[in-house]
Antibody, heavy 118, light 106 residues
Framework: QVHLVQSGAEVKKPGASVKVSCKLTGDFPTQLSIHWVRQGPAKGLEWMGGFDPEDGETTYAQKFQGRIITTEDTSTDTAYMELSSLRSEDTAMYYC???????????WGQGTLVTVSS | DIQMTQSPNVSASVGDRVSITCRASQSISSWLAWYQQKPGRAPKFLIYRASSLERGVPVRFSGSGSGTEFTLTISSLQPDDFATYYCQQYKSYPYTFGQGTKLEIK
């Protein structure tokens, strides 16, 4: 069993950056595939990016290229997602999720609400 | 990008058999997953590779299809099944989700 515990809610001003953490606990292999998915208010799910340990590559959705950085700290089993140049449209719940069977997601964090408001 | 389109919201009663469809804009073979989401909760993983049931998911859930047409079927609706369901393709980046299908109580 794997648990993903995310950092708390954030309120940011337009133009600022936010960094969300995702702590993994439980029984899991050394190399993890962690992805980030967001969900706007009353909206659907949107994949942002993730790491594939098979090829060692991180891939981001074109929409977020240049604004997103995801990292993993293996010493603390924590993944991070930083999104910069925030705008009001970035107000959403942000989830981390473990990738399995190539690119489906079996375990999810509880979500981190990011609110962008002046 | 591969577009995923789901069937409209549906109303049903406990005990009903319900099917939700998902169509991909191009072939994704069997690289499709299904998720269930309840208000205020993270999505829950149900099915992977179009038809493989995740461990612990009730057997009343099943998935079928390949290529561009997929179906999630609930054989006998239980009260806990009323939620929003999403399909997701992972054939190629960017991974994309359907818009969601809300299953409501009639």
């Amino acid at each position: 069993q794997v648990h993903l515990v995310q950092s708390g809610a954030e309120v940011k001003k337009p133009g600022a950056s936010v960094k969300v953490s995702c702590k993994l606990t439980g029984d899991f292999p050394t190399q993890l595939s962690i992805h980030w998915v967001r969900q706007g208010p009353a909206k659907g799910l949107e994949w942002m990016g993730g790491f594939d340990p098979e090829d060692g590559e991180t891939t981001y959705a074109q929409k977020f290229q240049g604004r997103i950085i995801t990292t993993e700290d293996t010493s603390t089993d924590t993944a991070y997602m930083e999104l910069s140049s925030l705008r009001s449209e970035d107000t959403a719940m942000y989830y981390c999720a473990r990738g399995v069977v190539k690119g489906s997601f079996d375990f999810w964090g509880q979500g981190t609400l990011v609110t962008v408001s002046s | 990008d591969i577009q995923m389109t789901q069937s409209p919201n549906v109303s049903a009663s406990v005990g009903d058999r319900v099917s939700i469809t998902c169509r991909a804009s191009q072939s994704i073979s069997s690289w499709l997953a299904w998720y269930q989401q309840k208000p205020g909760r993270a999505p829950k993983f149900l099915i992977y590779r179009a038809s493989s049931l995740e461990r612990g998911v009730p057997v009343r859930f099943s998935g079928s299809g390949s290529g561009t047409e997929f179906t999630l079927t609930i054989s006998s609706l239980q009260p806990d099944d009323f939620a929003t369901y999403y399909c997701q393709q992972y054939k190629s980046y960017p991974y994309t989700f359907g818009q969601g299908t809300k299953l409501e109580i009639k």
